[in-house]
């Protein structure tokens, strides 16, 4: 019965260090970024036989800071793996990260004329500070799909 007991005692204490831990993180705070969604436009841009294009993606995603915690820089990377089996990649820094708001962002993309993109990999990286301390901690959201393919002609 004692046995009972201070086994009992024990976890009970091992699982309030663990809720304080996880109470005391809270506080400190973090910084969460979610990605909403991740569309194509298909609308055709001009370009000449054997040259590139341009192809806007347009992304929606959200800042979601918890405690005293603030997003300080952040980094949209987009890849793609095209009709023509290669890759296209394109960055963008992003400086309007409006905490707890839906925001829409477009980052462009440079295609081969006659090339579509298939496949994507979106991935938002950035750094956040807590309040009271210069030390940088990493967030990131990543989000993989396939684009709907292009209208046949």
Do not use: Y
Request: contains cysteine; charged residues 25%.
């Amino acid at each position: 019965m004692i046995r009972r007991l201070t086994m009992f005692a024990a976890i009970t204490m091992l699982l309030s260090m663990v809720a304080l831990a996880q109470d005391a993180e809270q506080m400190n705070g973090k910084v969460t970024i979610v990605i909403n969604s991740v569309n194509i436009n298909r609308t055709p841009a001009p370009a000449s036989p054997g040259k590139t294009r341009t192809v806007t993606v347009d992304f929606q995603w959200l800042c979601q800071p918890t405690g005293k915690a603030r997003l300080v820089t952040l980094e949209a990377m987009l890849e793609t793996i095209n009709t023509d089996g290669k890759r296209s990649q394109a960055s963008k820094k992003l400086i309007d990260w409006t905490e707890n708001r839906p925001i829409d962002t477009r980052i462009d993309l440079p295609m081969t004329d006659g090339v579509f993109a298939r496949d994507f990999t979106l991935t938002l990286r950035g750094q956040f500070k807590r309040e009271g301390s210069e030390q940088l901690l990493g967030t990131a959201a990543t989000r993989k799909g396939t684009f709907p393919p292009p209208p046949r002609k």
